[in-house]
């Protein structure tokens, strides 16, 4: 497997939670990175992405000012902070690997994915 993504439970509405996804491999190209989520019955959507070099982000409106991606390239893992979280926010979340120069914003741009990490917002 070569993206892990952990960290997903279940939190109280207003709560955090802190996602990671860890690349196995060392060699593995993660020049842009980004994060999709599915919530039942409905299609997978962006949420953020990262471009490695720079730490650069972007994010999904619904999540903008709550969520923020990062990286640390000595672990070769990437982090989401999820705050202020919303039962809208309940979905399983996917890690995965972005081929730039294609649309961080759809899912066809990336081709490797992991296995999904579930998130569970009570109100």
């Known amino acids: 497997v070569q993206l892990q993504a952990s960290g997903g439970g279940l939190v109280q509405a207003g709560g955090s939670l802190r996602l990671s996804c860890a690349v196995a491999?060392?060699?593995?190209?993660?020049?842009?990175m980004g994060w999709f989520r599915q919530a039942p019955g409905k299609e997978r959507e962006f949420v953020a992405s990262?471009?490695?070099?720079?730490?650069?982000?972007r994010y999904a409106d619904s999540v903008k000012g709550r969520f923020t991606l990062s990286r640390s390239p000595a672990k070769n893992t990437m982090y989401l902070q999820m705050n202020t979280l919303k039962p809208e926010d309940t979905a399983v979340y996917f890690c995965?690997?972005?081929?730039?120069?294609?649309?961080?914003?759809?899912?066809?741009?990336?081709?490797?994915w992991g296995q999904g990490t579930q998130v569970t917002v009570s109100s």
């Open positions: 491999e060392p060699t593995f190209n993660t020049a842009v």
């Open positions: 990262i471009v490695w070099r720079d730490a650069k982000t």
């Open positions: 995965a690997r972005n081929l730039p120069p294609l649309d961080v914003a759809r899912m066809s741009s990336y081709d490797v």
